[in-house]
């Protein structure tokens, strides 16, 4: 196979939300339709988790990941084809990227943040700090009505000052 027909594309693959409690399958899963096509995956990212702008499949927020890959333009047929086949995707679309300039593709990798989002979405109890931040905001919650009580009649006495002393003011700067 020669490199002439292999161009460079963008894939959109769009997952319901509950990926987000297993990103590592959907990640899985789009590696596998990549490895089908033959295809040499240069930056995969996860774009963003959103609310849809109408339901699919009773789905009302997804999440988005964008793949730059280079393939055989006759790959293409059966990538869309696995993609459309597909019953945990909820949709595709793969656009020619040829025009994208390599800086904005080396960009666009987030592999690493990828892996770094799916560590601490699978394991915050093993995660030591996560487990002081948890901590500390289920205790302050509980401290902070404590001071707000007695600070509030000290607010309320200048609040009832406030309005006797703003118009003497205003009618000084208006002189």
């Known amino acids: 196979m020669t490199d002439t027909n292999k161009s460079i594309y963008e894939g959109l693959f769009l997952f319901p939300q509950s990926v987000s409690a297993d990103m590592q399958s959907a990640i899985d899963h789009i590696n596998s339709f990549m490895e089908r096509a033959g295809a040499e995956v240069l930056s995969f990212a996860k774009w963003d988790e959103r609310r849809l ?27 869309e084809r696995d993609c459309n086949l597909s019953e945990l ?6 656009t020619r990227a040829d025009h994208v300039p390599a800086e904005i593709i080396e960009a666009a990798e987030g592999r690493d943040q990828l892996a770094d989002e799916i560590k601490l979405r699978e394991a915050p109890e093993s995660n030591e700090t996560a487990k002081v931040v948890i901590e500390r905001a289920s205790d302050a919650p509980a401290e902070a009505p404590a001071e707000d009580v007695t600070e509030a009649p000290a607010a309320v006495a200048t609040e009832e000052e406030a309005p006797v ?11």
């Open 165 to 175: 002393e703003a118009p003497v003011e205003e009618a000084e700067k208006a002189e």
């Open 53 to 79: 702008a109408y339901d699919i499949r009773s789905n009302k927020r997804g999440v988005y990941f964008i793949v730059y890959f280079r393939t055989d333009r006759d790959n293409l047929t059966g990538l």
């Open 89 to 94: 995707l909820l949709r595709t679309m793969i």
